[in-house]
C-alpha cells in the first residue's frame, strides 16, 4: 500500500513538473520579426528554413540566441547563406520548433 501511494505521488509531481513546459511549432517570413509574451521563456529546439515546396533545410540553432525572455524581439534574418539551397528564395520562411517555460 505504501508503495503504490509513493509511486501516485510521484507520478503526480512528474506531471505537474511536465506541466510547466509546452512545445509548439510555428512558421515566420525571412525577416519578420516575433516578441515573446509576458511571463514566458521561448528556447528555440529545431529550426528549419523552406521555399514553401515541402523540402525543408535544417539550420542550425546557433543563428538564435540560447533563450529568449519576456518582452525580448526574435528577428528572423531575410538573408542566410543556406538559403541558396533553396530554388524560390521569394518565399523563403522558417520553421521553428519552441520550447515555452513560464518565467519566475
Known sequence: MKKAYLLLLFLGISILARSQDSSFVKSYYGGSSVKVPEHKIWTIDKAFITGGDGYNIKIATGNFKLSYTA???INFP??????ELITDKSMMSYIVYITEKKSK
Open 71 to 73: 518582452g525580448e524581439t
Open 78 to 83: 531575410y538573408y542566410i547563406a543556406e538559403m
